[in-house]
């Protein structure tokens, strides 16, 4: 299978070393990032343009869980650059990404501490909007990495650092579409796609999963095949075109289960991997994915012949789907650079403490497969 590759606008330094925790950090040299127009400016700036040096500040940093490998990786991130500028961080996040109110009594808590600021990966784009407000109106600047908060108040998000979502879910699409294009063109009967989403609150899960779907449809369509979306509400509403499911050649069936586990995604999977029209499944970030093979214990279905099995693509990476997709069982997946945005995100803080001016700064996504795991532009990606 041809090796793809998307990078979402521009790229991000890589550190492969590993440290753990996150928490009081030393000082030392200067280091390079981001830099340009003002505060809340939406352009990419050049990540090797400026250097930035850290100070006496202390900066809240606040994740969506530590549920995963994921946030683990992200945590190592900000600590990393932490010690490296010498600077101060404290990193809180809730037990789980739909613990949201507990996220917001975090992100208040940091706000009363008075911080120099915030790095914020937000579960729900529209319940941290009132605690925006008060950060903003007490001059606490607050950078958003993972997700962005569209509707946040003009001015109380300087920067964001994040994926491409939507692109990277299209990444997705078009890596498995290809794999399944002869068994749709040949199919009698209409065929079932399903996709995981671990919610529909957050922008990072809501765009991943929209721009798989909007991808797929586009390629189906090109080729002369109708689809239709059924399944969850906030994805069938928000596709480019949900379509007639009576008369369509392909389903696209999306699932959301009621809280973020692993548990609770491998039941939603199940569901979809009993079907008998089910022939390829996506799941959007770590948990719907791991969520996907544990449903496969049971079922075995999956793997990576198109004419025996349903193929899976994922999101993320972590041990559990790496390991599967070495093995044969996912097709392969997308993933992001969660240890530099962590990286970036303290220092993005750390040019605003000093003055300096800031703009968003998208992060690279890669697919992977068995065929390209050990890149050198891949492997440093692939998080455990």
Do not use: H
Not at 156 to 165: E, P
Not at 212 to 218: H, Q, V, Y
Not at 263 to 269: D, G, I, R, S, V
Request: glycine residues 8%.
């Amino acid at each position: 299978m041809k090796k793809r590759v998307l990078a979402t606008l521009m790229s991000v330094s890589l550190v492969a070393a590993l440290l753990v925790g996150c928490g009081d950090s030393g000082s030392t040299p200067a280091s390079s990032s981001n830099d340009s127009s003002a505060n809340t400016a939406a352009s990419s700036g050049d990540a090797s343009s400026a250097s930035t040096t850290g100070g006496d500040y202390k900066f809240e940093i606040i994740v969506k869980s530590y549920q995963s490998s994921y946030w683990q990786a992200a945590v190592t991130g900000v600590n990393q650059k932490a010690e490296e500028l010498g600077v101060t961080v404290n990193c809180t996040g809730p037990n789980a990404e739909s613990d949201i109110a507990d996220q917001v009594n975090m992100l208040n808590n940091a706000i009363n501490s008075a911080p120099n600021g915030i790095g914020l990966a937000a579960c729900d784009q529209e319940a941290c909007l009132d605690a925006l407000q008060t950060a903003m109106d007490k001059g606490i600047p607050v950078v958003c990495f993972d997700s962005g908060i569209p509707s946040a108040p003009a001015g109380s998000v300087y920067a964001t650092i994040a994926t491409d979502n939507y692109a990277a879910g299209a990444t997705a699409a078009e890596n498995l579409y290809p794999a399944l294009k002869d068994k749709i063109a040949s199919a009698g009967a209409p065929v079932r796609i399903g996709e995981v989403n671990q919610e529909a609150t957050s922008e990072s899960i809501t765009s991943r999963g929209l721009g798989f779907i909007d991808k797929f449809i586009e390629l189906a369509t090109a080729d002369g095949k109708t689809v239709a979306v059924i399944g969850n509400e906030y994805y069938v509403n928000n596709c480019k075109d949900k379509g007639d499911e009576a008369s369509a050649d392909i389903i696209i069936e999306v699932a959301v289960p009621a809280q973020t586990t692993v548990e609770l995604c491998a039941t939603e999977a199940s569901a979809i991997l009993n079907k008998a029209d089910t022939i390829g499944m996506f799941g959007s970030n770590q948990v719907a994915a791991e969520g996907i093979l544990t449903a496969n214990e049971n079922l075995d279905v999956l793997g990576t012949d198109p004419a025996n099995s349903i193929l899976a693509a994922g999101f993320d990476a972590g041990s559990v789907i790496k390991g599967a997709i070495t093995s044969g069982k996912m097709f392969g997946a997308v993933t992001q650079s969660p240890l530099a945005m962590g990286q970036t995100t303290v220092e993005v803080l750390t040019k605003i403490a000093n003055g300096e001016s800031v703009s968003d700064v998208p992060t690279q996504g890669y697919w992977y497969d068995s065929t390209n795991m050990d890149d050198a532009s891949i492997a440093p990606n692939l998080y455990d």
